[in-house]
């Protein structure tokens, strides 16, 4: 309590109360936001910006305002208080609009029944490492394990943050201090002729075994019961470091970690307040590495808002476009979850794969309980961590989300049929891990409100905007250009072009949806240029001379533009299809095994990879700032102002060339930085997949997953993905002709739930004509087979989609089963049943495999 609040109280009782409901009722001003990935790459848009409270009622008369037991108050802002437990260095931080408290480590842990001591000491630790030891195997550190109970930590607090530094490992000696190997003389010079008791000399004796053919004592198995009294015996006998180091030097023994606390790291944990915001985060720079010992991850707040068996609510996860597991739901023989943010490191082996999972494209997670929320966005080191999310009843009785941050990858090397190696970067990661972890009360705790916080994110930090759209909602259209093709030349091979869909075929196309009134029609144009599909790397652009005349191709970004549509020519950027113009030893990303990231096709049954069907190369993040360079000088002379990006938003990889390693968040930073510079040449960017870090960037997204991958561990697959960017960005999910299920109800159904457009993959050219045994998924994009469909899909849907073009979605919720309604901001709202029979809800019947619209 300062000076003045203790002169304020000498001079009236109730002037304190008045001045302290003034207060509570005050809000101060928003503090600056921290520094992000995108911050970082140089982007115009993400400016430095303050993002302001999220909602800014108050709620909670001061008098409800509670003083968790065992806390003091750190940090507080108009909307927050921050509390730390300066002995077990727990924190909690307190919502003054609803006095609700969220802890770091749940309250009543101790009473657990499930819970052993080392998941105990999990549930009371705020950071967790892995770390590798010299045999590559790894061990675990928890800061209340091995740094609390040791009070190895110090709190350093100022006025904008709080950080707590943890020293991890034991400071007391383990087994690494008993020598493996000794002399026989020096057994007896160093230990035993220095101990007087003859019991003392006996227990001794009996931990070592005489190899009378070498005259070297090795040491036995020592049970950890006997382990203390051992070491308390090399101290009486005055065994030293030095003694120890001798020692193995003379037997050729490597100090190595055999559990006794010999690793030792130092790594800080800042907390501070930003509005309605509490940031956590570990700058990896500032870790002091217990060499030859290296972190392999950093679990961070791990049991932050865990939630018990009396809870009811639901964990947020990004997979694919948003999952919901409800809390307690007793799914104990399904997996805890594990979702890599932005899908899989392509430079990281992999001999199988499930190819049709949807990658988790936006870095945030949450959990709902009654009338109260928290939201959590990763803010830097996304790239590296995977979001882990378990249910009460299989290790404790608490409900957890939270990430993991793999700061040092490490992978197993084949050395020979019968040998294998670990292998790791040279060095960990250097930079920031850090969390946002917003707050929701009431009506606004929810997932939809959750995706309105996010929605406010992407406005505060880097300017996006709702759209100004006005008219029919796009048709997207994928047109397949050229691909190769083996021929011969008097008995000499080499590859041809082979037209799927050229210029002028392209504008019969256009014709036949122009005909039945589409007009705002956004072509992606594949294999336009560079040998076709799969094409060669872009460092020059060629228009294929097979598809028509560069005047034809004018003629065709004009004339959809004239008709409220657009040309995007197709490009690859991380992929690289052939050697041709590149060098893999050059331009390529490594393995850890240092071999070259030459990926293949996986089987679709046995999700094993198969090495007769190459797919590409991975282009080292380091060359993609140059590629940019020569793409752009050459693409002027075709650029008609847009820009269809294959790869960019899709993946991110790491490159492990040791001299110039790329760990895969500034891999992100690299291509973030890219696509702003492509964005500067052509304004209109189309975009697959829509990881978070294009999303300032993109004009369209395609590819966008509209669905979860259904774990057995969730209980509901919700458009949160779609919450969040509708309205800001016009979007579709895969084709509707490489759809899973052709139902076309469902599809219509689908697209008006998420309201997603419509987006088919053509070409001109008959397939029957086209060699069976390549490209065989070109069978489900001849347009005549799907062009009945798409208009009448199109219209259906675009009669309702374009009253919503440049309107927030506001509200997603599930009505029944197969049930959902989505609301948006102008008052329109659609039910949609995907169920065989009518429903009636809320006294509203809808029809089988039907919708209904309001508003």
């Known amino acids: 309590m300062t000076a003045y609040w203790k002169r304020i109280i000498t001079v009236s009782t109730l002037l304190v109360i008045v001045v302290a409901v003034i207060i509570y009722g005050t809000f101060l001003a928003p503090v600056p936001i921290r520094s992000s990935s995108l911050l970082e790459a140089g982007s115009e848009l993400a400016s430095q910006k303050s993002i302001p409270v999220f909602d800014e009622s108050v709620t909670a008369p001061p008098s409800e305002l509670r003083h968790p037991a065992g806390m003091e108050p750190v940090l507080e802002n108009g909307t927050l208080r921050l509390f730390m437990n300066k002995q077990t260095t727990e924190v909690a931080v307190l919502d003054k609009r609803s006095g609700q408290i969220w802890r770091s480590n749940p309250e009543d842990r101790e009473k657990d029944p499930l819970a052993t001591p080392q998941i105990l000491s999990n549930l009371s630790s705020q950071l967790q490492l892995v770390y590798l030891v010299r045999n590559n195997q790894t061990q675990s550190y928890d800061s209340y394990t091995d740094s609390v109970q040791y009070n190895q930590f110090d709190i350093e607090q100022s006025e904008s943050s709080v950080t707590v530094t943890y020293r991890f490992g034991s400071t007391e000696k383990g087994i690494e201090s008993i020598p493996q190997k000794i002399s026989k003389a020096r057994f007896e010079e160093k230990l035993l002729n220095k101990l007087d008791d003859e019991a003392d000399k006996e227990e001794l004796d009996a931990r070592f075994k005489l190899n009378k053919e070498t005259q070297i004592y090795e040491r036995r198995e020592i049970p950890k019961a006997a382990l203390k009294r051992l070491i308390a015996l090399f101290e009486l006998a005055g065994y030293s470091d030095e003694d120890l180091a001798a020692d193995n030097q003379e037997n050729g023994v490597e100090a190595s970690d055999e559990g006794g606390g010999a690793a030792k790291f130092t790594v800080p944990l800042q907390y501070s307040l930003d509005g309605d915001s509490l940031i956590a985060s570990v700058d990896t720079a500032k870790i002091e590495d217990g060499k030859p010992y290296r972190i392999h991850s950093i679990g961070l707040l791990g049991s932050f808002g865990a939630m018990g068996l009396g809870d009811q609510g639901y964990m947020l996860v990004p997979d694919g476009s948003g999952a919901l597991i409800n809390l307690n739901n007793g799914k104990l023989l399904s997996q805890p979850l594990i979702l890599p943010i932005y899908g899989d490191d392509g430079s990281m082996s992999k001999t199988e794969k499930a190819v049709t999972v949807e990658s988790s494209r936006l870095p945030v997670f949450g959990m709902k309980r009654s009338g109260a929320a928290f939201f959590g966005i990763i803010e830097d080191g996304e790239a590296l961590a995977k979001m882990t999310a378990d249910i009460s009843g299989r290790l404790h009785q608490y409900n957890t989300v939270s990430n993991v941050f793999t700061v040092l990858p490490k992978d197993v090397v084949q050395l020979s049929n019968s040998e294998q190696t670990i292998r790791t970067p040279n060095r960990m990661y250097q930079g920031k891990l850090q969390i946002r972890y917003g707050f929701l009360n009431g009506e606004q705790a929810d997932y939809s409100s959750m995706a309105a916080y996010y929605r406010h994110y992407l406005e505060q930090k880097y300017g996006m905007k709702t759209m100004q759209a006005k008219g ?126 030459k990926i293949y096709t996986y089987d679709l049954a046995t999700y094993q990879k198969n090495y007769d069907l190459f797919s590409h190369y991975n282009l080292s993040p380091n060359k993609l700032g140059g590629l940019v360079d020569e793409f752009l000088a050459d693409y002027r002379d075709y650029n008609p102002g847009a820009l269809s990006l294959h790869d960019l938003g899709e993946e991110v990889n790491s490159d492990f060339t040791a001299s110039e390693t790329v760990d895969r968040q500034l891999a992100v930073r690299t291509i973030t930085a890219e696509t702003g510079r492509l964005q500067k040449e052509a304004p209109e960017l189309m975009v697959s997949g829509g990881n978070a870090y294009v999303l300032p960037y993109a004009s369209h997204l395609l590819h966008v997953p509209l669905e979860s991958n259904r774990y057995m561990l969730a209980d509901e697959s919700i458009p949160f993905y779609q919450l969040a960017l509708h309205g800001y960005v016009d979007y579709a999910g895969k084709p509707f002709n490489y759809n899973d299920d052709q139902n076309m109800r469902k599809l219509v159904l689908k697209s008006l739930e998420t309201g997603s457009n419509v987006f088919y993959r053509w070409m001109y050219k008959d397939p029957a004509s086209i060699n069976p045994n390549i490209y065989k998924e070109l069978y489900a994009t001849y347009y005549k087979d799907w062009l009945d469909e798409a208009l009448q899909i199109y219209h259906e849907v675009n009669g309702i989609l374009k009253q919503v073009r440049g309107q927030r979605m506001i509200k997603h919720e599930k009505l029944d089963d197969d049930v959902y309604r989505t609301t948006y901001e102008n008052g329109l709202s659609v039910i949609v049943n995907y169920r065989n029979e009518a429903v009636t809800v809320g006294g509203e019947t809808i029809e089988a495999e039907h919708y209904k619209v309001k508003g």
């Not at 970004?557 to 113009?581: C, H, I, M, N, T």
Request: charge should be positive; aromatic fraction near 12%.
């Open 472 to 597: 029919d909602a796009p048709f997207y259209l994928e047109l397949l250009g050229s691909m190769s093709k083996p021929d011969s030349f008097l008995g000499i091979p080499y590859d041809s072009q082979e037209p799927l869909t050229d210029f002028e075929q392209a504008n019969k196309v256009l014709d036949s949806l122009n005909a039945q009134g589409i007009r705002n029609v956004r072509v992606s144009y594949n294999g336009w240029f560079n040998g076709g599909l799969e094409h060669r790397i872009p460092t020059k652009v060629s228009h294929e001379s097979v598809l028509g005349t560069r005047k034809e191709w004018k003629a065709l970004a004009e004339r959809l533009k004239q008709g409220g549509g657009g040309l995007y020519p197709d490009a690859s950027f991380l992929r690289v299809y052939r050697k041709s113009g590149y060098s893999p030893s050059r331009d390529a990303a490594q393995f850890l095994s240092r071999k070259i990231t």
